[in-house]
């Protein structure tokens, strides 16, 4: 983990996971089911499959996820600073830049023209899943682009804490993600940078 953060061109990224590293918790590194983060718990993953990323993941950048909600949580003091951070910017950022993301168009229609654009451009299921997860929960569509959590995961829950992990993950371990979430929400991608204290655009 340590060799791809430091490949990363993000130096706020490599700061705030080297300020953190002490306090991040593993709960289980052999857990059997996908990879989350419970608070006051900590991460528990699986550390062979983490290693050798999947289908949508780089190689630990699942890890930099869950470690980014772990930062999350230990930034807010044991609640995520990504909900209360300038009353609630982050949100506010993520819809403004989806309401400009989508105009006058449909969900259907704008997920449609945001996946011919990605195809078009060679962009691969990897590079696109952050952004498929965020447009996720702002459609109500599952999978829009390949991958997601599934709309029912969004019932009653605001997107700031996967955008903030997503933004990390990505900023560590994935650029190409990275470029995408910054082009599609560039406004609440300037909130992250605030938030984590500069450092990452």
């Known amino acids: 983990m340590d060799k791809v953060l430091n490949s990363s061109k993000h130096i706020g990224v490599k700061t705030l996971y080297n300020k953190y590293r002490d306090q991040l918790t593993v709960k289980d590194a052999n857990y059997k089911g996908g990879a989350f983060f419970r608070p006051g718990e900590g991460v528990s993953f699986n550390a062979s499959k983490v290693e050798a990323g999947d289908m949508i993941h780089k190689p630990y950048q699942t890890a930099f996820h869950e ?14 600073i990504s909900e209360s951070w300038g009353d609630n910017a982050l949100y506010k950022a993520i819809k403004n830049d989806f309401d400009v993301l989508k105009g006058k168009q449909s969900n259907e229609q704008l997920i449609g023209n945001i996946k011919k654009e990605m195809e ?75 938030i984590i204290g500069g450092g990452l655009l």
């Open 67 to 80: 470690f980014g909600h772990n930062i999350d949580y230990l930034m807010g003091n044991g609640s995520p």
């Open 120 to 194: 078009t451009k060679g962009y691969s299921v990897m590079d696109t899943a952050s952004v498929s997860d965020m447009l996720e929960s702002l459609t109500g569509t599952s999978y829009p682009l390949g991958a997601g959590h599934g709309k029912d995961y969004w019932i009653d829950r605001k997107p700031n804490r996967e955008f903030f992990a997503e933004v990390l993950d990505g900023a560590a371990s994935n650029e190409r993600s990275y470029v995408l979430m910054k082009q599609m929400f560039p406004r609440a991608v300037k909130i992250v940078d605030k």
